[in-house]
């Protein structure tokens, strides 16, 4: 079974710190993504990785940015957290199987509170 | 633009039928997922389709017919332990990645 974890559960930060979240998966996964969940909203996708060390924007990057120096961990970072970014984040990854598609496989997610 | 609908909440009983529908306007088209998420939870995959007709997996079904841009999920003898949201997601002509609809909540009462 695919497992894909997340740092944190909950977290609670002030306004202007920076925030690491942390994913890690044990799969060998090359494709990695962070999306956060809001009530009406749905999941939106922050940003992507297909690859160590490799980025693509996704829906709604401005505020965040992210680091794949390993194929298992993919970190989302809050430069300066704000309150319009309290959120629930999900971590999710897959494999990037040519011709077929694979689901995407999620963490548990961390709930996020900017004070 | 991408564009994925589906109903806010619906509530049925337990033991019954309910199809959850979602309607979707997408740049490219190479896949439409169902989730489940139940509150607190991570979604977890319950069903795949990217070509036209009905895919069963026990007392889950999904429909897909990519003229209309629709799909719906069907479940069967519905438990209690189905009340959860079913999040519907389009995989377009990108790299890997979804376009979420913003999920039904489904109620399941005795």
């Known amino acids: 079974d695919v497992k894909v974890t997340q740092s944190s559960r909950y977290l609670v930060k002030r306004t202007g710190e920076k925030v690491f979240l942390e994913c890690v998966q044990d799969?060998?996964?090359?494709?990695m993504f962070w999306y956060r969940q809001d009530p009406g909203l749905g999941l939106r996708l922050i940003y992507f990785?297909?690859?160590?060390?490799?980025?693509e924007k996704g829906d709604i990057p401005e505020g965040y940015s992210v680091s794949r120096e390993k194929k298992e961990r993919f970190s989302l970072i809050l430069e300066s957290a704000s309150t319009n970014q309290t959120s629930m984040y999900l971590c999710a990854s897959t494999p990037p199987r040519q011709g077929a598609v694979q689901p995407q496989h999620f963490g548990d997610g961390t709930r996020l509170s900017i004070l | 633009g991408q564009n994925i609908d589906q109903p806010t909440e619906m509530t049925a009983t337990e033991g019954a039928i309910v199809q959850i529908n979602c309607t979707y306007q997408t740049s490219g088209f190479n896949g439409l997922f169902w989730y489940q998420q139940h509150a607190g939870e991570a979604p977890t995959f319950l069903s795949y389709n990217v070509l036209d007709g009905l895919e069963e997996k026990g007392r889950f079904s999904s429909f897909l017919s990519r003229s209309k841009g629709y799909s719906y999920l069907l479940l069967k003898e519905l438990q209690m332990k189905d009340s959860a949201s079913y999040l519907c997601a389009v995989r377009g002509t990108g790299f890997q990645k979804l376009v979420f609809g913003t999920g039904t909540r489904l109620l399941v009462s005795p």
């Open positions: 990785s297909y690859d160590v060390k490799m980025k």
């Open positions: 799969m060998d996964h090359e494709n």
